[in-house]
């Protein structure tokens, strides 16, 4: 079969969180298994397309008016699209936005950049079976394909999907902006793209594409609830028969603990020796006393209101008087920033605070630590509680989203892979991570669990089955 996937975020391309890994892995994953794939997204302006093997080719795609350059690799059947456009994109240091602020004319730049990846199958002789979007950057291609490729031979008989990563970045404009972005205004009603009066770039995508998906079982139902639904539950229950959870996966040869070229050291299951010499490693990276006995805790991530800093933050008078180290990496808002490396400055033998975006040391510490915290608000899928688990670093969760389904909860004997707490308090967290304390004093029991963890298979195979069962139906039908 033949797919379309577009993504404002592609690894190693360019990258801000798990929608970057899933454009990388899910289409790998496709053509591993017999579909061939084009997959576009935006040269923004820190990507050397050709140190990354692109050249440009010699048609350029023409969208409203603008003609753009489209740099291209193939590899096999999996093709890559950068598609260019000085201003939106060239220009641009960031993704969304720069220091905190996004950039005001994201709408434009994503109208046109689902423009342009809609030109590319005409342009390049693909004829997709399926144009496959993902999140509110490319929700609005779901309607573009219907309304303005009715008749293109490459896409007229195109299905699409849209998944949703994060319902909580809908692309919310201003009204006004619809003429601009050249969309009618029979568009803007409560079946189109308005909510609340505002314009929604994501309702696009979930009103109009043939299929709905999301990255969990669990996300896809708290999704249609009003707790979970961001507002949007009363239209996801609506669509409810289109939408799916797909559990993501993970690229298991990038993340694989016995080979990962940002370590010092290597392990698996049956040689775990490895890990010591990594947490020995990361403590004197980090400027941490290099102590074997002491449990290390580790939190990689967006420091973002989903993600439960707030319960770290008023946990932390309590975890820094314990015999214990925690490592944090991550950027976000700038008060947890800041607050963090606050912290840090007082309780410096015992937290190391990095801000900044650092892909050798987030593999470094998944290596390194001895439990992972996760303690999100809400989680679509999650990616770094799987990263743990294969890598041994056992994981404490809070029961929500993908992380409901993918951890499961210490037993007090035998089973399970990590440490789950329900309510979103601090004394929660807190009695989850002194669970882990305790069993980690049990080397056994400890090596146990950290094996049932790395055991598990969460390779991007089963997954990008589910995907395929999805796009046959849709083309079949
Ligand atoms: P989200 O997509 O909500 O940010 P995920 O857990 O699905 O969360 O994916 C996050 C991805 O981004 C992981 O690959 C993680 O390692 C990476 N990541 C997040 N913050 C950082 C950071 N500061 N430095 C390096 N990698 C990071």
């Known amino acids: ?33 017999g579909d061939a794939v084009a997959v576009v997204s ?125 319902l909580s970045y809908q692309g919310s404009f ?71 959870g797909i559990l993501n996966g993970i690229d298991a040869s990038a993340w694989d603990p016995s080979s990962d070229p940002h370590l010092t050291a290597h392990f698996d299951t049956h040689h775990l020796a490895g890990k010591a010499a990594c947490k020995r490693s990361l403590q004197e990276e980090l400027g941490l006393p290099e102590r074997a006995d002491l449990p290390l805790l580790a939190l990689v991530g967006r420091l973002a209101d989903q993600k439960g800093i707030d319960l770290v933050l008023a946990a932390l008078p309590e975890l820094t008087r314990r015999d214990l180290q925690l490592a944090v990496l991550g950027s976000g808002r700038r008060d947890w920033e800041e607050a963090l490396q606050q912290a840090a400055r007082h309780h410096g033998s015992r937290l190391a605070v990095r801000i900044g975006f650092d892909e050798g040391l987030a593999h470094r510490i998944e290596a390194g630590a001895d439990l992972f915290l996760m303690p999100s608000r809400f989680e679509p899928c999650g990616l770094n509680q799987l990263y743990s688990l294969r890598y041994g670093t056992v994981p404490v969760v809070r029961r929500v989203g993908g992380l409901a389904d993918t951890v499961e909860d210490f037993d007090g004997w035998r089973n399970g892979t990590g440490f789950v707490f329900t309510d979103y308090e601090p004394r929660a967290l807190l009695t989850a991570v002194r669970r882990g304390l305790e069993l980690y004093r049990d080397k056994r029991a400890w090596h146990a669990m950290m094996r049932r963890g790395m055991a598990l298979d969460h390779s991007w195979a089963r997954s990008a089955e589910r995907y395929r069962e999805l796009y046959r139906g849709l083309t079949e039908r």
């Open 174 to 244: 201003s009204k006004e902006l619809m003429p601009a972005l050249g969309l009618p205004w029979e568009l803007f009603g409560p079946d189109g793209v308005e909510f609340h009066g505002r314009l929604n770039l994501m309702k696009a995508g979930l009103a109009y594409a043939d299929a709905i998906t999301t990255v969990s079982p669990t996300y896809a139902r708290e999704i249609t609830t009003p707790e979970g639904g961001a507002g949007l539950d009363g239209l996801l229950r609506a669509r409810a028969g289109q939408l799916t």
């Open 42 to 166: 935006p040269r923004y302006g820190f990507i050397d397309a050709a140190w990354h093997g692109f050249t440009p080719c010699e048609r350029a795609v023409r969208a409203r008016g603008d003609a753009t350059t489209v740099w291209s690799r193939r590899r096999g059947r999996l093709t890559h699209y950068l598609v260019e456009h000085d201003r939106f994109f060239g220009s641009r240091r960031g993704l969304y936005g720069e220091h905190g602020h996004e950039y005001g004319d994201n709408a434009e730049r994503y109208a046109w950049f689902c423009r342009a990846a809609l030109e590319v199958p005409a342009a390049f002789g693909h004829r997709p079976a399926v144009v496959h979007l993902n999140d509110w950057p490319t929700a609005l291609a779901a309607w573009l394909l219907r309304h303005e490729h009715a008749t293109d031979p490459a896409l007229a008989r195109a299905r699409s999907v849209f998944t949703i990563h994060n």
């Open 1 to 33: 079969m033949e797919l379309l996937f577009a993504a404002s975020e592609v690894a190693p391309f360019s990258k801000s969180g798990g929608l970057g890994d899933v454009a990388e892995a899910l289409p790998a994953a496709l053509v591993a298994a």
